[in-house]
């Protein structure tokens, strides 16, 4: 959901207020050439001794100053409408002028000018005032077109029964307004209620006092708010999909790599003292070492046996019978630490 940032008025201030008289702006001017902006009041009087920005130093005109400056009306609403109750202050301290001094006469002035404009009618809210609205069901762009045919034959006076006024705090949020329906029709959650101005959907954190000054509402009449009701969404959750990291396999080689970890073949087993010695090596068991042989329960084995069987654990396994070399011949060898007739 999302949440309003709010922000003190002291914040704004060094923008709202005047760097001459050091209030807030009244009839705010701005100067072409620098864009900043002053009371027009005050820069009028100023600029009549002198053709300087008072801020920035940058020429304004060069003999007629008062050329380059412009009404900044956008910047005059801004101001009235965050600065509470100074737009009311302002109309009736021309109010009272005017009633003091009967002669003076504007010329080409508004009713704003001589104070005569309402807070009403300038659409200016204040957080703690009372606005009234009316809530009524949304029926779509093309529903309202097919009830023009009646409507226009004079038989629509009873489709303006579905309306409900209501009186509101301007600071009362939309998503309050939309908990209020869902409390008074007893809408399931599964529903969700949204409120609407004309046709557009306003966001959740609005105020009624920001509707009244984002949309063209005068205040002539209640605020005109619509609702309608709508199934809620589902997030939906996606499946997580495994990652080769997490010791999944996705391929046969990584496969087959485990199960050769698994069960070694014998002929990559590394030689020790329980296997079978090669011919260089002499045993724990035989003659050339200190101390008697080991016995083993084993029967010797003959010597064509012992010869295949050493040159399957120097590094292959092989069924036919190898003939030691010349080396090799005269030299006692052991098996399994038993001793064995040298071969001839």
């Not at 396999?249 to 496969?255: C, D, H, L």
């Not at 396994?317 to 630490?337: D, E, F, H, I, Y």
């Amino acid at each position: 959901m999302h949440r309003t940032t709010r922000i003190k008025i002291t914040e704004l201030n060094p923008h709202l207020m005047c760097a001459l008289c050091g209030g807030y702006f009244i009839d705010a001017t701005t100067i072409v050439e620098c864009l900043h902006s002053f009371c027009k009041t005050c820069i009028v009087r100023y600029l009549e001794t002198n053709k300087y920005c008072p801020m920035c130093d940058v020429q304004v005109h060069k003999t007629r100053p008062l050329l380059s400056i412009r009404s900044d009306k956008t910047l005059q609403d801004i101001v009235y409408k965050l600065v509470p109750g100074l737009f009311k202050d302002e109309m009736k301290r021309r109010r009272d002028f005017y009633a003091a001094y009967p002669l003076t006469e504007v010329p080409n002035g508004s009713n704003e000018d001589r104070g005569e404009v309402l807070e009403q009618e300038k659409g200016a809210l204040s957080d703690d005032e009372i606005v009234s609205l009316s809530i009524e069901f949304y029926e779509g762009v093309r529903d309202r077109e097919e009830k023009k045919g009646p409507l226009e034959n004079g038989d629509g006076d009873k489709e303006k029964t579905g309306v409900r006024f209501l009186r509101c705090p301007a600071a009362m949020t939309v998503m309050h307004l939309a908990k209020f329906l869902r409390n008074k029709m007893d809408v399931p959650s599964k529903y969700k209620v949204e409120v609407l101005y004309e046709d557009e959907p306003l966001k959740e954190y609005y105020t009624l006092m920001d509707i009244a000054y984002i949309y063209p509402w005068r205040r002539n009449g209640p605020l005109p708010l619509k609702y309608r009701v709508q199934p809620a969404c589902k997030r939906l959750t996606l499946p997580t999909v495994p990652t080769p990291s997490e010791g999944t396999n996705t391929s046969g080689a990584s496969e087959c790599e485990s199960v050769s970890d698994k069960a070694p073949s014998p002929a990559t087993l590394p030689a020790t003292s329980s296997s079978l010695p090669s011919p260089a090596t002499p045993s724990h068991g035989s003659p050339s070492s200190h101390g008697p042989p080991a016995t083993h329960p084993t029967s010797p084995t003959p010597p064509s046996t012992a010869s295949g069987a050493t040159t399957a654990a120097n590094g292959g396994a092989s069924n036919c019978l190898q003939t030691p070399s010349s080396t090799s011949r005269g030299r006692k060898m052991t098996v399994n630490g038993a001793p064995v007739p040298p071969l001839t």
